[in-house]
Antibody, heavy 120, light 110 residues
Framework: QVQLQASGPGLVKPSETLSLTCAVSGYSISSGYYWGWIRQPPGTGLEWIGTIYHSGSSYYNPSLKSRVTISVDTSKNQFSLKLSSVTAADTAVYYC?????????????WGQGTMVTVSS | QSALTQPPSASGSPGQSVTISCTGTSSDVGGYNYVSWYQQHPGKAPKFIIYEVSKRPSGVPDRFSGSKSGNTASLTVSGLQAEDEADYYCSSYAGSNNCVFGTGTKVTVL
């Protein structure tokens, strides 16, 4: 079965770039599916960040688009998130997830999430 | 795109039903039959429980049902059980390959 594991630094300084990786097991990314990143600030709701296909085609939340890059590395069977110029407002649990086939809004398998704090 | 609006809380006694609303606009909920729902227990990742307004993924009990009218989607949990106490989030396709989530509703089983 497909499993996802997000990882990366738990602390990032303001104005720097947040970088996270999601390792996929139980399925080869190059075989298909779309993969996404969603975040959840402490005590608040979910926010879609973006989605990527194994070919590299990607879609981003318009409110974050200028700062976000999602990429895929099929050789390592993982995909990554970079968020630039971070502020305290970017402090959140970041989840990686597999998108349900055919549905832009449906993510059926989620990783456990990784907490990222933006602070000097 | 703005977050979809959900009531902050809802509650019901064991065995009863609770319905959660998710209100958007004609650019998201009202414009497409692509609404999903997620259940999230404290400290856990969300669990996918409804897609395409009313369809249940394999393994999700039929106590969970979804519907939509105009710009508002709804999730009903029937026969409430203690383990249904959780936060619930809706999401919708918002056009141009975009997705928007709801503000979340905390369901309490009395």
């Amino acid at each position: 079965q497909v499993q996802l594991q997000a990882s990366g630094p738990g602390l990032v300084k303001p104005s720097e770039t947040l970088s996270l990786t999601c390792a996929v097991s139980g399925y080869s990314i190059s075989s298909g599916y779309y993969w996404g990143w969603i975040r959840q600030p402490p005590g608040t709701g979910l926010e879609w960040i973006g989605t990527i296909y194994h070919s590299g085609s990607s879609y981003y939340n318009p409110s974050l688009k200028s700062r976000v890059t999602i990429s895929v590395d099929t050789s390592k069977n993982q995909f990554s998130l970079k968020l630039s110029s971070v502020t305290a407002a970017d402090t959140a649990v970041y989840y990686c997830a597999k998108r349900y086939p055919g549905y832009h809004d449906a993510f059926d398998i989620w990783g456990q999430g990784t907490m990222v704090t933006v602070s000097s | 795109q703005s977050a979809l609006t959900q009531p902050p809380s809802a509650s019901g006694s064991p065995g009863q039903s609770v319905t959660i609303s998710c209100t958007g606009t004609s650019s998201d909920v009202g414009g497409y039959n692509y609404v999903s729902w997620y259940q999230q227990h404290p400290g856990k990742a969300p669990k996918f429980i409804i897609y395409e307004v009313s369809k249940r993924p394999s393994g999700v009990p039929d106590r969970f049902s979804g519907s939509k009218s105009g710009n508002t989607a709804s999730l009903t949990v029937s026969g409430l059980q203690a383990e249904d106490e959780a936060d619930y989030y809706c999401s919708s396709y918002a056009g141009s390959n975009n997705c928007v989530f709801g503000t979340g509703t905390k369901v309490t089983v009395l």
